[in-house]
Structures are given as structure tokens and as C-alpha cells.
């Protein structure tokens, strides 16, 4: 229920054009498992991921001798779950929450992307639910990002951390460490510059920003966040591949998918970065995250 309004576009290419495969084909034969394989490739579900879907399928097609088209159709979305949960689902699906201390956040991601929007709509969503919030504005690159973080800190009715821009992020973050300490607060989520244009700045940048966590609380940060764009779709993956190597990210905030007919992403993703989707945004609005859930996500396609 939850994805109905954000998949509307993906569903409407995604699931339209599996229909079309099947109105088109009389028997499941060579064709069309190729057919199925450029279907697959055009929703973005990746080159790997699709020919891979396709070969498999095909195998287990013959072995089970089906023949029926309705069949084939409840195979592929099988063996799409399937090929999204051997990663370990259920495992590292969720936030990783803390329950003795607090909750450390590192969000990364390329101007643009919705990382300001998406660390708001979960400030928000954790002081629903009773927590204390903190932001720290680390992206100090650029002026209008910490007034942008300001803004979303209004509207969540959460504290924010803030130095000038162009201060020392790490210094940004040391302080928003101690008030997360001093003032008991059980959640910081940390904005940082997402410069791949110099990726060992970024990489040093980051390693000092997570020494200065570690050094009060060990084992923290509990997450490193990438936020990626769906609507770029490729784009997504190029840029989730870049930061992979720059630092431990683990986990994605898959955002604008409400925008997108790009959803089959998330399965590329998956199968070709091993990163779990966590979060998904649904729109502009501060409700508009939610929580990634496989199955729905990929039933959701086929309605
Ligand atoms: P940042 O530069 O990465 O911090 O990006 P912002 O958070 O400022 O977001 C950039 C634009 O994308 C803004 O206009 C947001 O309203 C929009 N945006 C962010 N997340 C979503 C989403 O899930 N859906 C839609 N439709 N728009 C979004």
C-alpha cells in the first residue's frame, strides 16, 4: 500500500511493458527471453542483473516444463525477490537503531540528490516517535547547505549544529558529538559535502569526521547513508559505485522515486553493488520516507 503513489511511473513502464511482452509472445521460447532481457534492461534493472534474471529463468522454465504464460509471469517475479533477498534480506534492511547510547548517522551523497530533504523527513520521523534529535550541518562547503539543513531543522523542530561555511567539517561534527553527550540526545544525523569531483579530499574528509565520532563512541557511526537520485537511474548506480570505493557506505537512501518510471534500479543496486536499499522518498513533503521493503517494492511493480 505504502509504495502505491510512489511507484505509480515505474509501475506504468514497468508493468505495462511486461504485459505487453506477454500479450505478444504465444509460447515462451528463445525470443522471448530475449525480448524479456531488453524489457528487463529498459526498466534499469542493470545489463547484469537482467541477462542474469533471464538465463536463470530460462533454465528453471525448461526444468519445470511450464508452459503457461501466468506461469512464467509469477517466475519472474520469484526469481526477482529472490535474486534481491540472497543478499541477506531482512538482515540490514532496516536503520540500524542503537538502544544503549545514541544513534550515530552519516549521510553522504552529491549536491542535489535530496540528502538535506531525506535527513529532515527522518529527524522528523524519529521525534515522532519520542526520540531526541540532532542534526550537525557538516556540509560546510557550501553556505546555502547549512541554511538548507537550518530550514529542515524548523520544520522537524530539531536543533542544529552549525559553523560558517567553510569551517572544518570534523570540527562541526566534534561539537554536535559533545552536545549529542552532554544534552543526552538518542539520534544525530550528520549532513556532509559530497564532492566526488576530489574523491581522496572527500575520503580524508570523511575518515576524520568518523574519528571524531569513534573517539566518544566506538563503533559509531552506526550508518553511512548514501543518498542517491532514482530519477537519474544509471547515473544512481555510477555515482553509488564511486562512493562504495571511497568509503564504507551501508546502506542507501533511494530518493524521488515518486518521480521516476526507474524503479527497477533498486535491483540493480542490489545485485551489482550489494548495497541494501534502507530508505526510499516518496515526494517533497516531511512524511514522504519510507521504509525499503523488497517484496512490496516488487510486487508493487507488477500491479
Ligand atoms: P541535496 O542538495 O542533496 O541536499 O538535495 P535537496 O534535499 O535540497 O533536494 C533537492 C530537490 O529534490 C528539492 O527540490 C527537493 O524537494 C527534491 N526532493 C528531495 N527528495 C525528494 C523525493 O523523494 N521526491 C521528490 N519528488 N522530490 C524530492
Not at 29 to 41: G, K, M, R, Y
Not at 139 to 150: E, P, Y
Not at 257 to 284: F, M, Q, S, Y
Request: aromatic share 6%; net charge negative; no cysteine.
Amino acid at each position: 500500500k505504502k509504495y502505491d503513489k510512489g511507484l505509480e511511473k515505474s509501475r506504468k513502464t514497468f508493468g505495462q511493458r511486461m504485459n505487453e511482452l506477454f500479450a505478444a509472445f504465444r509460447t515462451v521460447d528463445d525470443e522471448f527471453f530475449e525480448e524479456l532481457e531488453e524489457t528487463l534492461i529498459g526498466a534499469d534493472v542493470g545489463f547484469e542483473t537482467s541477462i542474469r534474471i533471464s538465463e536463470e529463468l530460462q533454465k528453471e522454465v525448461k526444468l519445470r516444463n511450464a508452459k503457461k504464460k501466468s506461469d512464467v509471469q509469477n517466475a519472474i517475479i520469484e526469481k526477482l525477490v529472490a535474486i534481491y533477498e540472497e543478499e541477506g534480506e531482512g538482515e540490514n534492511n532496516a536503520v540500524n537503531l542503537q538502544t544503549d547510547g545514541p544513534t550515530i548517522i552519516l549521510f553522504v551523497g552529491v549536491n542535489g540528490v535530496g540528502k538535506t530533504t531525506s535527513i529532515g523527513k527522518l529527524a522528523h520521523r524519529y521525534r515522532m516517535q519520542g526520540k531526541k534529535v540532532l542534526l550537525a550541518a557538516a556540509d560546510t562547503f557550501r553556505a546555502g547547505a547549512i541554511d538548507q539543513l537550518v530550514v529542515w531543522g524548523e520544520r522537524a523542530g530539531v536543533e542544529v549544529v552549525r559553523h560558517n561555511a567553510g569551517s572544518d567539517p570534523a570540527t562541526v561534527v566534534f561539537d554536535a558529538v559533545a552536545k549529542t553527550k552532554n544534552e543526552g540526545y538518542d539520534v544525530l544525523l550528520v549532513d556532509t559535502a559530497g564532492r566526488l569531483q576530489n574523491k581522496v579530499n572527500l575520503m580524508k574528509e570523511l575518515e576524520k569526521m568518523k574519528r571524531v565520532i569513534e573517539k566518544e563512541y566506538p563503533g559509531a557511526p552506526h550508518e553511512v547513508l548514501l543518498v542517491v537520485d532514482a530519477t537519474t537511474g544509471q547515473n544512481a548506480m555510477v555515482q553509488a559505485k564511486q562512493f562504495k570505493e571511497t568509503t564504507n557506505v551501508t546502506g542507501l537512501v533511494l530518493s524521488k522515486l515518486d518521480g521516476t518510471a526507474k524503479g527497477g534500479i533498486v535491483l540493480a543496486i542490489r545485485n551489482e553493488l550489494h548495497l541494501p536499499v534502507k530508505l526510499v522518498g516518496l515526494g517533497e513533503g516531511i512524511e514522504d520516507l519510507e521504509d525499503f521493503d523488497s517484496n512490496q517494492f516488487i510486487y508493487g511493480l507488477f500491479k
